[in-house]
Structures are given as structure tokens and as C-alpha cells.
């Protein structure tokens, strides 16, 4: 990522499309993955959230990623 910085937008892609296709472990392993390397996505924390929502119905832990989502600045 450092050296693409767009390839976070591609895996965000991938991520989203994973998403979509209910590839839930996918979806949260790419989510999860640009997360260690841009530790304030904003993406990466609302697909999280979402993911949560999704599969475990877990509503306080998704919005603790919207809520961390909300708070990054970009």
C-alpha cells in the first residue's frame, strides 16, 4: 500500500464486491487487512461494520466500527 496507494482502493473494491456477493469471511479478511495498513480508513471500518451487521447480528460491535469510522478525519 505504500507503494500503490490505490491499490486500498482496488482492495476496497474487492472488498465491497465480496460484500455484495455474501463472501462474508472474504469481505472481512480484505476489510480487515486494509485496516492494519491505513489504520483511519474510513472504508475499511464501515465495511467492518456492515459485515458485522451481516453475519453475527452483533449491533453494539458494528457500531463501535461506524462509530470509529465517523470520527477519522479524511
Known amino acids: 500500500v505504500k507503494l500503490w496507494p490505490q491499490w486500498t482502493i482496488a482492495r476496497f473494491g474487492l472488498a ?4 455484495k456477493l455474501n463472501k462474508m469471511s472474504e469481505a472481512r479478511a480484505q476489510f480487515e487487512d486494509i485496516l492494519k495498513e491505513v489504520s483511519n480508513s ?7 461494520g456492515l459485515v458485522e451487521l451481516k453475519t453475527t447480528r452483533n449491533e453494539n460491535k458494528a457500531i463501535d466500527y461506524f462509530a470509529g469510522g465517523f470520527k477519522v478525519k479524511q
Not at 16 to 19: C, E, F, S, T
Not at 42 to 48: D, N, S, V
Open 42 to 48: 474510513k472504508f475499511a471500518l464501515y465495511g467492518l
Open 16 to 19: 465491497r464486491m465480496q460484500y
